[in-house]
T-cell receptor, first 115, second 110 residues
Framework: EPEVTQTPSHQVTQMGQEVILRCVPI?????FYWYRQILGQKVEFLVS????????KSEIFDDQFSVERPDGSNFTLKIRSTKLEDSAMYFC?????????????FGQGTRLTVV | SQQGEEDPQALSIQEGENATMNCSYK?????LQWYRQNSGRGLVHLIL???NEREKHSGRLRVTLDTSKKSSSLLITASRAADTASYFC??????????WGAGTKLIIKP
């Protein structure tokens, strides 16, 4: 069964360093998302991406964040200068249609720890 | 923005019993989705119910939606130890974002 894959599963980084979280969405999906979940808190929307551009982003997704689809398969989230409060589980998701019409499929997540 | 809120926050039942979790939301929706998350793991989509549907089944799962009360329930029948997980409802807002509730932590005791 096709699935969304994320790498790495766990990343530890020094505060101020740049990190890139990688995702391979399901191949025939057209809509891509990043969400995050701070430990013990709700899942929060970060950004959605369609047709090679950001379609929506939340207040969390400030200038420190960027997304890219560098080739036909990868979808990356970059945090330019990590802060302690960026420590969270980051989930990538994809859907074949716009989320209003269908479910999203999530990866297993990348646990980011900023020290 | 709208917000799904599940109750109870935690539920502990014996294996074989039925588990019911509820979700309430604030604004009109296009669809409501239920997801499961095993401890520290990814989110697994369980079921999607559209605003014009009242009930949906998938295996041992039964979801209801009452748009007049802005609420949904997830029933897991004949629970198993493997059902131990957190369960989240998520609604889709007008900006096409999934808005998540805080989840119900379900523990199935053997």
């Amino acid at each position: 069964e096709p699935e969304v894959t994320q790498t790495p599963s766990h990343q530890v980084t020094q505060m101020g360093q740049e990190v890139i979280l990688r995702c391979v969405p399901i191949s025939n999906h057209l809509y891509f998302y990043w969400y995050r979940q701070i430990l013990g808190q709700k899942v929060e929307f970060l950004v959605s991406f369609y047709n090679n551009e950001i379609s929506e982003k939340s207040e969390i997704f400030d200038d420190q964040f960027s997304v890219e689809r560098p080739d036909g398969s990868n979808f990356t989230l970059k945090i330019r200068s990590t802060k302690l409060e960026d420590s969270a589980m980051y989930f990538c998701a994809s859907s074949v249609q716009v989320i209003m019409n269908t479910e999203a499929f999530f990866g297993q997540g990348t646990r980011l720890t900023v020290v | 923005s709208q917000q799904g809120e599940e109750d109870p926050q935690a539920l502990s039942i014996q294996e074989g019993e039925n588990a019911t979790m509820n979700c309430s939301y604030k604004t009109s929706i296009n669809n409501l989705q239920w997801y499961r998350q095993n401890s520290g793991r990814g989110l697994v989509h369980l079921i999607l119910i559209r605003s014009n549907e009242r009930e949906k089944h998938s295996g041992r799962l039964r979801v209801t939606l009452d748009t007049s009360k802005k609420s949904s329930s997830l029933l897991i029948t004949a629970s198993r130890a493997a059902d131990t997980a957190s369960y989240f409802c998520a609604t889709v807002d007008s900006n096409y974002q999934l808005i998540w509730g805080a989840g119900t932590k379900l523990i199935i005791k053997p």
